[in-house]
């Protein structure tokens, strides 16, 4: 075997960190505002499906790539919000009730998604980073997409929003102590509802990268388990949006190993390669929780505590 | 408005009250499915005779939905033995696969033995590795407090990937070209069906007296109570001095186990090798029939069978009325969000329940004041 050129593998594991992570930012800052709320939803993964399909639908029909992403965010709000109020009846399981979304909204998305398996829409822009440079690879490498960008944004803004806004607070109070929201005369329910509703709405636009950049079109298999993914990448980041953007990058770059292996030459062991993000998503949650205590940072009324 | 109620038809009421919150579920899938149908111009009616019809409607759907239904009782038991002690695992379909694949070696690796030896072997090997599969989730919560549901998806997606560089690369076939498959089973030890005129295979009665087992073990053992004990109140569980840890852990292996039977089955009967074929849906599915089975063992026979024909259906509505086959998906979905947001009624059914049961005790006053 030829000798493996490490510059280009560094510079392929750097580009996909950015290109494959993108999507898991997305999605995990859409749960983390969820959970801050004190409640998980696991069906971010169908949302995720049903955002790639509705966005390369209504790109496709419109020609416009980012009235998709638009479409994918309404119909990722549409179904947080679902979410958000069925949740609110007493006795019924946020978690088991994410796992019933995830059945629907695959269901929904492939239904609906038959007809558009085949047209090609229009893609999102990026910006080329790398348009100093020389070197083809170099150039594909820096040219970034513009959702990463308004990921990193929103990532600051939610930073700054759950410390030192009144919203932020409110959010906040309610995931940590709900009574003393209550008694403060903020209604639990409806601000978990609406937290659940924009965090469908950040799922559905993740969804909408994979089906409208990368990997670009879209099928039924598109997702495979990034929205859950997302779940655990919000336990690792300790409910801080700043860690989700570094904890999706990492994700992101173990997802592009295969790839970039692939690009120097090494093909062999394709499938254990494409499960390296659930192998580390595992390692990285037996590491990060402990037994019979609550981590720092986690809302007090989160279920995943028990 | 007062209603007079005899105190029979009120004890009635109280039996039949927990069944309520299904009964209700099912009528509201069934609307909102005629709805969604409505609204895409395709024939109520007659999709619904088909379902019967593709379900239910001849020797052949039955044989198909029981075929359907055999894996179906074995990955549900998966969620549901769990369930009893608290834990939600939805990784079965992963612990099927890797058990369909230890069963799949077992015969190349073994020197030849009668038939009914070797299918113990293959049912051993492969509910070994389904129980090994899912104890892991549970280990991992109890050890580390990882969140089972997360860790038993997570778990299933690596047991798949494991599974196709399997069989792709080191156990397949060379003489499998287009369908990489592990070398096909030997005829003799391929298990048959229950009789000739009924095509069902041997794995249908393992499904169901798996469950009768489950069945017994949950209601009528003591750590059948234990696991439900830990389930219930795990602070309780402890002052009582019970191993927690073990009892989470043998729920899990139990459930891996029947997952991976499950396997063995479609193995051994169906597909005659390990191949993707394997990666047919049925943990997915299975998680739906726990749930609407109420992680009652009994009643996932049930479940499983009107489910399986839901899915059976799914090719004659596909045929008939083109209808494209994540409809028996959709189906599904709605049916699954249903059951969890009709669950909300049991507070009240519990109250009811008591209600009725005073008036049935309390002849004298059969009259009930609404209002």
Same mark, same amino acid.
């Given at each position: 075997m030829a000798e493996i050129d490490y510059s280009v593998l560094l510079l392929a594991l750097l580009a996909g960190a950015i290109r494959v992570g993108t999507p898991f930012l997305f999605v995990s800052l859409g749960e983390c505002l969820t959970e801050k709320g004190g409640r998980i939803n696991l069906g971010l993964e169908g949302i995720l499906v049903v955002g790639a399909m509705s966005g390369y639908a209504v790109a496709y029909l419109t020609d416009s790539a980012w009235l998709g992403v638009l479409a994918a965010g309404c119909a990722g709000c549409a179904l947080g919000a679902f979410h958000g109020v069925i949740c609110?009846? #007493? /006795?019924?399981n946020d978690i088991a009730f994410g796992i019933a979304l995830i059945l629907l909204g695959t269901g929904l998305a492939f239904f609906f998604g038959k007809a558009f398996i085949q047209p090609q829409a229009p893609s999102l822009p990026s910006i080329? $980073?790398?348009?100093? @440079? =020389?070197d083809a690879r170099v150039r594909s490498a820096l040219s970034v997409n513009v959702l990463f960008f308004i990921g990193v944004a929103l990532t600051l803004l939610m930073h700054w929003g759950l410390r030192a806004t009144r919203w932020g607070l409110v959010l906040r109070l309610v995931g940590d102590h709900a009574q003393s929201a209550r008694a403060l005369g903020y209604r639990p329910a409806l601000v978990r509802t609406l937290a659940t509703a924009s965090g469908g709405f950040l799922a559905g636009v993740g969804g909408a990268y994979l089906s %409208?950049?990368? &990997?670009g079109s879209w099928n039924e298999g598109l997702s495979s388990g990034q929205g859950l993914m997302a779940v655990a990448l919000v336990i690792f980041a300790r409910w801080q949006p700043l860690n989700c953007l570094w904890a999706a990058l990492l994700f992101g770059a173990s997802g592009a190993v295969g790839p970039a292996l692939q690009a120097v030459g090494i093909s062999s062991g394709y499938y254990l390669f494409a499960a390296m993000p659930y192998a580390l998503t595992l390692l990285v949650m037996y590491l990060s929780c402990r037994p019979n205590q609550t981590l720092s940072g986690a809302p007090g009324e989160l279920s995943l505590n028990r | 408005m007062s209603i007079r109620i005899p105190p029979v038809a009120a004890r009635g009421l109280a039996l039949g009250l927990p069944a309520l919150p299904t009964v209700l579920a099912v009528a509201t899938t069934v609307v909102l499915f005629s709805v969604f149908l409505w609204a895409r111009e395709i024939p109520v009616l007659e999709a619904g005779a088909l379902i019967y019809q593709g379900a239910f409607g001849s020797t052949f759907s039955w044989e198909n939905t029981l075929l359907r239904a055999a894996p179906l009782m074995l990955t549900a038991l998966c969620v549901a033995l769990p369930a009893r002690a608290g834990l939600i695992i939805i990784g079965g379909e992963g612990a099927l696969v890797l058990g369909g694949l230890a069963a799949a070696v077992t015969p190349l690796w073994l020197p030849a033995l009668p038939a009914s030896l070797m299918w113990v072997a293959m049912a051993a090997a492969a509910m070994a590795v389904g129980g090994f599969w899912i104890g892991l989730s549970g280990w991992m919560r109890q050890r580390r407090g990882v969140n089972e549901t997360i860790g038993s998806l997570l778990l299933s997606y690596i047991a798949l990937a494991v599974f196709r560089h399997l069989v792709e690369g #080191? $156990? /397949? =076939? &060379?003489? @499998? %070209?287009?369908k990489p498959s592990t070398a096909p089973l030997p005829d003799a030890y391929s298990v048959g069906v229950i009789s000739d005129t009924f095509y069902v295979h041997w794995g249908l009665v393992a499904g169901v007296v798996v469950c009768l087992l489950a069945h017994v073990l949950v209601r009528h053992s003591v750590s059948g109570f234990a696991f439900s004990i830990v389930g219930g109140n795990v602070r309780a569980a402890r002052m009582l001095g019970l191993p927690v840890n073990r009892l989470v852990l043998v729920t899990c292996a139990l459930g891996g186990a029947a997952a991976g039977l499950a396997g063995m089955f479609e193995v051994a009967a169906v597909q005659g090798s390990a191949n993707a074929a394997l990666i047919a849906g049925y943990g997915t599915s299975g998680i739906l029939v726990a749930f609407a089975a109420r992680h009652n063992p009994l009643a996932i026979i049930v479940c499983a069978i009107l489910l399986g024909g839901v899915e059976a259906s799914g090719s004659l509505l596909q045929r008939r009325l083109g209808l494209p086959d994540a409809t028996t998906l959709i189906l599904e979905g709605v049916l699954f969000v249903n059951l969890l947001a009709w669950e909300a009624l049991n507070g009240r059914v519990l109250h009811w329940r008591i209600h009725w049961r005073e008036r049935g005790r !309390? &002849? !004298?006053?059969?009259v009930v004041q609404h209002g």
């Open positions: 609110s009846l #007493p /006795r019924v080329e $980073l790398g348009a100093w @440079s =020389d %409208l950049y990368y &990997p | #080191p $156990l /397949r =076939d &060379p003489a @499998s %070209l287009n !309390a &002849p !004298a006053e059969g």
